[in-house]
Structures are given as C-alpha cells and as structure tokens.
C-alpha cells in the first residue's frame, strides 16, 4: 500500500497551458517536500511545505499543502517544455526517513 | 564537492557477485540516506546515518544488504549474493539535519543490473 497516492499518474499538454497535480494521503505530515526528477538524474527538491494551509510560490509553480497536512497540489502556470519531467512528493512523520509517491509524469509539448 | 557524488553511474554484475556502492555526499551535511528506486516507482527508503551511526536501518530489505559511514563522510552500500531482484537505482541524499523540512540533496544514483 502506498502511503502517498499521486494523480495523475501520466499527463500531457500543450506548452502555455496549465495544469494541477495531486499528492493524497490519510496519513499526516510534519513537512512535505516536492521534487522533480529527470531521466538519469535523482530528484532535485522544488520546496518544502510545514504549515497546514501553506502556499509557496516557485516562479510559475504553486504549492499548497492541505489544511489537514495529509495532501498537497503543484499547480503548473503557462507551462513550458523544461517543465518536462517526474514530480514526486515525498511526506516526512518525524521519523528522518520520507515516503516518496510514485511521481506525476509531465509532458510539456512545444 | 558542490553536489552528492555516487560511484559508479552504471554497475552490471552477476547474480551471486557482491558489489559495493559509493556516496560521497555535500561536506558538512551530518545526515546521509540511501533509498532505491525500481521502474515506474518513487524511491524507497534504505537506511540513514546521523555522523558515523546507522541510526535507522529498518529499510534494507535483507541481510544481504549493509551500509557503513566509517567517518562520518563517505558512505559504501555493500550486497552480498546479489539476486535479478536487486536491480535498480541506489541512490544516495544528504541533509544539514534530519528534522525540521530541510530536504534532501540527491545524488544522480547507480544504476545496478544484475543478470
């Protein structure tokens, strides 16, 4: 059983839309992390969210952690084709270790 | 260095060989942490180190499997009798501290095959 569910699982779209990814959980977190991973490469850490109801902004990419602190969403604005990549969120309950979910695939399509 | 560096990039061994794995991680990070990643799946956590001591190694999957952090720095995965199995990537993070959402610093991984 996963710990944390991301949705979707693979999604595509045209350069300049937008688009919203999901990180669910029933389990809560002391902190939340977002990364993105290319081909060949490990993940390279977006942002970290703490607060319930947190919002950071990365230049066009928006985090919210949920109120509950048990799920998050990235909101990508206008997106562009280096966008391309895996996102994985990765939940941490105080016991130094994180428990990744399996990742969105991202396609940005020139 | 700039970066966690792992060594080799690429490793194909032979079922039932032994193979060790290498993780240089950022000067000053106290906190170093292996995690395997199979196909089509997040990664998955191994084993942490906080300065020399395995302080939480509850993740390695068998007895095969070892890691040390003799001086705090370098850290070597070793496993033993390697199984098809154990194919995957290994990677390797370090942090300035395990608490408080610092995040983690990945290296770009070894690529074990095992055939």
């Known amino acids: 059983t996963q710990l944390l569910e991301q949705s979707p699982q693979f999604l595509s779209i045209q350069e300049g839309e937008n688009l919203t990814v999901y990180c669910n959980s029933s389990?809560?977190?002391?902190?939340l992390q977002w990364y993105r991973q290319e081909p060949g490469e490990g993940p390279v850490l977006l942002v970290t969210?703490?607060?319930?109801?947190e919002v950071k902004k990365l230049k066009r990419l928006t985090f919210q952690f949920g109120d509950a602190r048990k799920d998050s969403s990235l909101h990508i604005t206008a997106a562009q084709p280096g966008d391309t990549g895996l996102y994985l969120c990765?939940?941490?309950?105080?016991?130094?270790?994180?428990?990744f979910g399996k990742g969105n695939q991202v396609v940005v399509i020139p | 260095g700039a970066g966690v560096s792992q060594t080799p990039s690429n490793k194909v061994t032979e079922k039932g060989k032994y193979v060790e794995l290498r993780c240089d991680p950022i000067?000053?990070?106290?906190?170093l942490y292996w995690y395997r990643q199979s196909l089509g799946q997040g990664p998955e956590f191994l084993i942490y180190?906080?300065?020399?001591?395995?302080?939480?190694d509850s993740g390695l999957p068998n007895d095969r499997f070892f890691a040390v952090r003799p001086e705090g720095s370098v850290s070597t995965l070793k496993i033993q009798r390697t199984e098809r199995g154990d194919s995957a990537v290994y990677l390797c993070?370090?942090?300035?501290?395990?608490?408080?959402?610092?995040?983690?610093?990945f290296g770009s991984g070894t690529r074990l095959t095992v055939v």
């Open positions: 993070a370090s942090s300035l501290s395990p608490q408080g959402g610092y995040g983690y610093t």
């Open positions: 389990s809560v977190f002391s902190s």
């Open positions: 969210v703490v607060t319930g109801g």
């Open positions: 990765a939940g941490e309950q105080g016991n130094n270790r994180l428990a």
């Open positions: 000067s000053g990070h106290t906190a």
């Open positions: 180190f906080q300065g020399t001591g395995a302080a939480d």
